[in-house]
């Protein structure tokens, strides 16, 4: 039976399937020092990112059959030979695969010192060759996506601590030194409403949240900025309370990324300060050396929004200009991506043309606001306020 033909895999199927082959891919990683074990044992937010893409791209190198597909690990010896398949992809996971799909000719395609130079920009380190290969960015940019996608779902968060730790073991030894996974899953949001507080209470920037003063520290500052503009987002669009009511952990994924942008768009000053909750300002060389790397991008993509935005202006009075059609902007492709995923149009992927281009671009730029979102549920003061939130959310998504 060809995998075109196969029943509808079933979501466990594929689950159990990726962190079968996560773990070795992983191990991969290490052996190859694309990952190395310190790596491996930080509870890094990158490393949410960095796993699944490494697993996606390797899946991709292993793909023999046009269209691609994933042979899945056997069972037992004597159990038929299965794959994933765009045809028998379960439905949850099937704009992802479509996503991989379009990367693998790309990847198959190279010559292998390009092919390792892009698992090493996947993993963040610089590229071997150099002037580096323009299309090796934009595929790991789909691939990180992907994998951004995979890391919020609590399916995979619940089991990544034990594909890490599987990869550390590999190649051990006798060695009695052992090095322990420090990744923690966040908090598990269920969806249930509180009693109190009430929905107007928690919708509004200009709310004072008890826990937070005006001589509050700056990871507070920060923290209550962006959850206060969390609820704004949720307050006025519609559609994410839709996802609030049949996916809870998605919703809240997407808000975060939302409130991201909306602080680093409306918030954040020509000269890289921060003008948040109750109007007080906070530059970055106030902030603790711990929390500047989340500072530094937070502004930095309200200057890279900026830029983007006065660049698409630009572009769309020439399109007019010329007697074209000026293309959608790139900041709506974003808030596109960050609502319905990096697969939420495949009719975007056309390779001949310059929207592609412009996706791209969109694709990298999407990544950076999730990862950022990622980041922040890594820290210990944010996860302190996540029950709070949780419960905020439940009351604006009734």
Known sequence: MSPHEEDKLSETDVQDSFHSYLKSSLTQAKIEHLLEPEILASAEADLMITGPALCLYFAALRSTTIPPSVPLPRGSKSAPPRHLSEANCPPAFLSFFRVWASTVHKIQGLDPSLQHDLARIICGLIPLIEPSDPSLSGIAADLRAVAIEISQRRTFQDRYASDLQAALDAGRGGSNLQVKASFVPPPMYD???????????????????????????????????????LADVLERMPSLRRILKRD??????????FAILDVASTAVTPDGTIVGILG??????????????????????????????????????????????????????????????????????????DTRSIEGRA??????????????LQ????????????????VIGD
């Open 191 to 229: 969806g249930a409403g509180p009693s109190s507080p009430s929905k107007k209470s928690a919708t509004s920037r200009s709310y004072s949240p008890t826990l937070f003063s005006p001589v509050s520290p700056a990871i507070e500052f920060i923290r209550e900025t962006l959850y206060a503009a």
């Open 248 to 257: 809870p952990p998605r919703a809240y994924f997407a808000s975060t990324a």
């Open 280 to 353: 007080r300002e906070l530059a970055l060389s106030e902030c603790p050396d711990d929390l500047k790397p989340l500072m530094a991008e937070l502004v930095s993509i309200g200057h890279s929004v900026r830029q983007m935005t006065e660049e698409d202006d630009l572009y769309a009075v020439q399109c007019l200009q010329e007697g074209e059609e000026p293309p959608e902007p790139r900041l709506e492709r974003v808030k596109k991506m960050l609502e319905g995923g990096v697969g939420y149009d495949q009719t975007q992927l056309d390779d001949e043309s």
């Open 363 to 376: 694709v990298v730029f999407t990544n950076r606001v999730n990862a950022l979102g990622l980041g922040i």
């Open 379 to 394: 820290i210990k003061t944010f996860r302190e306020r996540q029950a709070e939130i949780f419960k905020i959310l439940g």
